[in-house]
């Protein structure tokens, strides 16, 4: 049989694909496992590799960062030839990134099934890469794996015929259960010297929230208000971090009391931290998942959701990137009562079973 290509590229699509590669494996189908290189650093890579588990990639594209044009067009062509050479019988791809729209259209001009894991998902925004990217790789995917029932409900008014469409849950938290014993075991509280359940965590990387100084800058004054209440910890995406330097704001961010500013955390790490903060304040769009998973109220530095559930049933309030927003937000938030949640429906640590056992139905 011709292998099954597994393709990773981004942080994000590390915890995504570790626990369907384990579940191909386990049914011994043959499995390539390739990482495009759009994410390269130790920690923005290797390590997810070593604490998920995963094997060395069988193939590594190393293509780097760049424009959109030129990281996209980079990635097909050296998937293409990954294609012809290989003649893959399916190309499994995640997410929203670069990678996942350039390897679905190579696969899908060369008649190669595409599934896509997390399909579905809209924002309605435009002006997100990741909502293009997600709107194409869904409509020239043959089998689109969604996480939660409104991905397709998106999908039916895209005209998607339901046939190509199965609901299979949400594959980050099989990773996250997996790992959820692993990571009490982590130092990082010490080391960062944080009092665990006293802090709020923080993440951002979105062009929207980091390429403007006037927004960078409000959002860096939210967080000095933040901080004379409670310490918040900082894990700095390298975008993030050049843009502070860039704008001459770095400076002032490591001065700020109670800001801890610290590289980006490997999964372990970020996921003890996740799981003992009182509060996550973020753009990322799995940690809106990840914190309704574990019930810790999360505040959306973005003006909408392409993950609607995490807000309806979970812990998730989107708020905007204004200053004066995210100051408010904060003191309506922090001395209340948890919201009730609710974890949504296959939100239960078996997705990647359920797409092996369609995958596997599908190409033997
Ligand atoms: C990408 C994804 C985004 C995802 C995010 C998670 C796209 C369009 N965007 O955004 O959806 O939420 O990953 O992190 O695919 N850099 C490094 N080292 C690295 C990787 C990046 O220094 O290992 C720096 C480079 O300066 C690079 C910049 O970060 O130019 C942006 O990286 P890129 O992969 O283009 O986009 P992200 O912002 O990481």
């Known amino acids: ?56 990639p069988d193939i590594y594209l190393g293509v780097g960062s760049g424009s959109h044009a030129q990281q996209t067009a980079k990635i097909m062509i050296d998937f293409e030839k990954v ?5 893959p019988s399916m190309v499994i791809v995640a997410g929203d990134v670069n990678s996942t729209i ?11 099934p595409v599934a896509h894991v997390e399909a579905g998902l809209r924002s309605f925004d435009m002006q997100m890469p990741e909502e293009i990217n997600r709107i194409l790789t ?23 015929s339901d046939e190509r469409v199965k ?32 802090y709020a965590l923080l993440t951002l990387h979105r062009p929207s929230n980091v390429d403007q100084k006037n927004i960078l800058s409000g959002i860096l004054n939210a967080m ?11 894990p700095a995406h390298p975008r993030t971090k050049n843009k502070l330097k860039e704008f001459g704001l ?6 700020i009391p109670n800001f801890v500013i610290t590289d980006p955390k490997g999964y372990l790490d970020f996921l003890a931290l996740m799981k003992e903060s009182k509060i996550v304040l973020t753009d990322s769009g799995g940690l809106q998942e990840e914190t309704t998973a574990l019930g ?26 204004k200053e004066n927003h995210i100051k408010n937000e904060y003191k309506k938030i922090i001395n209340k009562k948890i919201k009730e949640r609710k974890i949504p429906d296959l939100w239960d640590g078996n997705t990647a079973k359920r797409i092996g056992d369609i995958i596997e139905s599908q190409i033997s």
């Open 138 to 160: 869904d409509q020239i995917s043959d089998l689109l794996l969604t996480p939660s029932i409104d991905a397709n409900e998106n999908l039916a008014k895209e005209g998607i």
């Open 250 to 255: 770095y400076e002032r961010a490591i001065e």
């Open 1 to 56: 049989m011709n292998p099954i290509i597994v393709v990773v590229g981004a942080r994000p699509n590390f915890m995504k694909m570790a626990p369907l590669y384990e579940d191909l494996k386990k049914r011994k189908l043959p499995v390539l496992f390739l990482h495009t290189g759009q994410h390269y650093d130790e920690n923005m890579s290797t390590v997810f590799f070593e604490e998920l588990e995963m094997p060395e």
């Open 224 to 234: 000095k208000y933040i901080c004379n209440d409670i310490a918040v910890v900082f």
């Open 296 to 321: 810790i109220p999360c505040l959306t530095l973005r003006k909408n959701t392409e993950r609607p559930i995490t807000v309806e049933q979970g812990t998730n309030k989107v708020i905007g990137n």
């Open 83 to 87: 294609c012809l050479k290989e003649k």
């Open 102 to 112: 350039a390897c679905a259209l190579v696969a899908s001009k060369l008649w190669i």
């Open 167 to 198: 609901l299979v849950g949400n594959i980050m938290i099989d990773t996250l259960l997996n790992n959820a014993e692993k990571a009490n075991k982590s130092e990082i509280h010490n080391k960062l010297s944080i009092e665990k359940g006293n």
